[in-house]
């Protein structure tokens, strides 16, 4: 199957288009009502120098947080354009707090049926949850990334899925990914709360030991709105700058295996909280799950 082999897999028109427009027309929403004046100016970024681990960032697991694109900040802190127009992301607790996003997430019986289908995890749990906006012209590039590095589970159990909310091009920056990494290309790294405060990213096999990248070549994938693309914890990803005049809002979630088939390590930035505990996504967990490369 082309997930197991390429290690992501499109999905068209996995939502109908009245679920995309409601999903878009809520995002514009949280946008609008969005208060800047009360915004810490905290900026987003996956490159590996420039996360900000304040405390907005790290206590959004379960809020709704806006995060702003670097190029539309200025030196002293000023929004350069519409706050409509300079957020990166929206997160990390859509998924929880917000119903049009749950309905999507955690109550939808088609969103049930890939996860079994997928026969990937016994029993997931949803940890977090984006809007990524990659706004016109300044929308960051996402740096080649595998997701696992980011939520690390033992062993690791990632999986990624996301449904562009708009059309996704090479001009406003579609994902590309390399076919079969996910096969061969260890994590090599983990994004931690760093002991000291903040985060950052922990060593797992020194550089120099570290394989080079698999050979092959990325490959773009052009997306509609609604549908749904699953990518595996492991397998490289990222995206370029929006440099075209339109947005590219989509939605994005991600799961993890939960205990007894994986534990959640406690140096990830994202932790639980006793109110909010992770939800778990099947009523019933997966009688069948068929390991990856197996
Ligand atoms: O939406 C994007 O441009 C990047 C998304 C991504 O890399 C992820 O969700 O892991």
């Given at each position: 199957?082309?997930?197991?082999?390429?290690?992501y897999l499109r999905l068209p028109s996995f939502l109908e288009p009245d679920e995309v427009e409601a999903l878009l027309t809520r995002t514009k929403q949280l946008l609008d009502n969005f208060s800047v004046e009360d915004h810490p100016l905290t900026k987003f970024t996956t490159g590996d120098d420039n996360h900000v681990g304040d405390e907005y960032f790290l206590t959004?697991?379960?809020?709704?947080?806006?995060?702003?694109?670097?190029?539309?900040?200025?030196?002293?802190?000023?929004?350069?354009?519409?706050?409509?127009?300079?957020?990166?992301?929206?997160?990390?607790?859509?998924?929880?707090?917000?119903?049009?996003?749950?309905?999507?997430?955690?109550?939808?019986?088609?969103?049930?049926?890939?996860?079994?289908?997928?026969?990937?995890?016994?029993?997931?749990?949803?940890?977090?949850?984006?809007?990524?906006?990659?706004?016109?012209?300044?929308?960051?590039?996402?740096?080649?990334?595998?997701?696992?590095?980011?939520?690390?589970?033992?062993?690791?159990?990632?999986?990624?899925?996301?449904?562009?909310?708009?059309?996704?091009?090479?001009?406003?920056?579609?994902?590309?990914?390399?076919?079969?990494?996910?096969?061969?290309?260890?994590?090599?790294?983990?994004?931690?709360?760093?002991?000291?405060?903040?985060?950052?990213?922990?060593?797992?096999?020194?550089?120099?030991?570290?394989?080079?990248?698999?050979?092959?070549?990325?490959?773009?994938?052009?997306?509609?709105?609604?549908?749904?693309?699953?990518?595996?914890?492991?397998?490289?990803?990222?995206?370029?700058?929006?440099?075209?005049?339109?947005?590219?809002?989509?939605?994005?979630?991600?799961?993890?295996?939960?205990?007894?088939?994986?534990?959640?390590?406690?140096?990830?930035?994202?932790?639980?909280?006793?109110?909010?505990?992770?939800?778990?996504?099947?009523?019933?967990?997966?009688?069948?799950?068929?390991?990856?490369?197996?």
């Open positions: 199957m082309k997930f197991r082999r390429d290690g959004s697991g379960d809020k709704i947080r806006f995060f702003l694109e670097e190029d539309a900040v200025d030196k002293d802190g000023k929004l350069n354009r519409p706050k409509q127009r300079a957020v990166n992301k929206i997160g990390h607790g859509l998924h929880e707090q917000d119903e049009v996003f749950r309905k999507v997430t955690l109550e939808n019986e088609k969103m049930k049926s890939v996860v079994r289908d997928l026969q990937f995890h016994h029993d997931p749990v949803a940890l977090q949850s984006m809007v990524i906006c990659k706004q016109p012209h300044i929308g960051g590039k996402v740096p080649e990334h595998n997701d696992s590095t980011f939520l690390y589970t033992n062993p690791p159990s990632a999986l990624g899925f996301w449904i562009p909310l708009e059309k996704c091009t090479p001009e406003n920056g579609a994902l590309s990914f390399l076919p079969g990494s996910h096969l061969t290309a260890p994590i090599t790294k983990r994004f931690v709360r760093m002991s000291g405060g903040g985060t950052g990213f922990e060593q797992l096999i020194p550089p120099e030991e570290a394989p080079k990248n698999p050979e092959g070549k990325y490959i773009l994938e052009a997306c509609m709105p609604g549908d749904l693309v699953i990518i595996h914890g492991s397998v490289l990803h990222k995206s370029e700058r929006n440099t075209s005049p339109h947005t590219r809002f989509a939605y994005t979630f991600h799961m993890i295996e939960s205990p007894p088939y994986a534990e959640y390590d406690a140096k990830n930035w994202l932790q639980p909280t006793p109110e909010t505990p992770f939800p778990h996504i099947l009523d019933t967990p997966n009688p069948t799950v068929v390991p990856i490369g197996a």
